[in-house]
């Protein structure tokens, strides 16, 4: 990795200060590599939530229209060479702060599609993109999480059109060793894109037991929450930004 330009984006929130010496070690890691590391401290930072008003796609394209640390954040990735998440494991997926800037990499593809893996996926707008590197920490182990953590990393690294990417899962109850040897790794490793038949496989492991799923007796009630509402800015775009 020496010479390359590495992007770190750090999705610890402010109740994560255990995941700290995990974080230090893969700094650690990078810089005695040899890359040039630019790290984004992803709850310190002016960064709104994604409205899904795609105007990033036909008013401004390639650009998102709120005006903040997303649009740095979005610029520097496709310039790099290596973009890594570090990230406390949640249910088997990101932290919020992960999960909102995800959301803001919409512009760095096209609206059209394309076919990748017989699969429909968007066309890429840039000829050449980073790699993507996932690493999720654990409190307690639960393999059908890190499972399913390595199964998003992979399929966000196809619709980001990553060249290879890689997705380990450490525990930070392990010993400084252990952990040291699963970044090295992670960081030179090339995972398979899972696809097909794999991200079925790799799926099924994530599923609860018939026995542990609840039957109800009679009705009940059910909540429906809708994310990304494409709502009217009241006083424009920089009126959505978020407060850190």
């Not at 796609?57 to 979005?74: L, N, Q, S």
């Not at 182990?141 to 980001?160: D, M, T, Y």
């Not at 040897?181 to 794999?198: E, I, S, Y």
């Amino acid at each position: 990795m020496r010479n390359q330009k590495i992007v770190l984006l750090d999705g610890t929130g402010k109740d994560d200060e255990d995941l700290l010496p995990v974080l230090d070690m893969l700094m650690g890691e990078l810089q005695r590599s040899g890359a040039t590391v630019k790290t984004f401290p992803l709850r310190k930072l002016k960064l709104g939530s994604c409205i899904g008003c795609f105007g990033c796609w036909v008013k401004t394209p390639g650009i998102c229209v709120e005006p903040d640390a997303g649009r740095e954040i979005a610029q520097t990735m496709i310039q790099s060479d290596i973009v890594i998440l570090f990230t406390p494991v949640t249910f088997g997926g990101y932290s919020s702060e992960i999960k909102k800037i995800q959301d803001r990499w919409i512009p760095l593809v096209l609206p059209d599609f394309e076919m990748v893996h017989g699969e429909v996926h968007h066309q890429p707008r840039y000829a050449r993109y980073p790699r993507l590197v996932g690493i999720g920490v654990q409190r307690q182990p639960h393999n059908a999480e890190a499972s399913l953590f390595k199964v998003l990393v992979g399929r966000n690294a196809l619709n980001f059109h990553a060249p290879t990417y890689a997705a380990e899962v450490v525990l930070n109850t392990d010993t400084p060793e252990q952990v040291h040897q699963q970044l090295q790794t992670a960081l030179v490793r090339n995972d398979a894109l899972p696809t097909g038949k794999m991200v079925k496989s790799w799926m099924s492991a994530t599923k609860a037991p018939p026995e542990s799923v609840a039957v109800m007796d009679s009705p009940g009630r059910a909540l429906l929450i809708i994310g990304s509402p494409k709502v009217k800015p009241l006083g424009g775009p920089s009126s959505l930004r978020g407060k850190g």
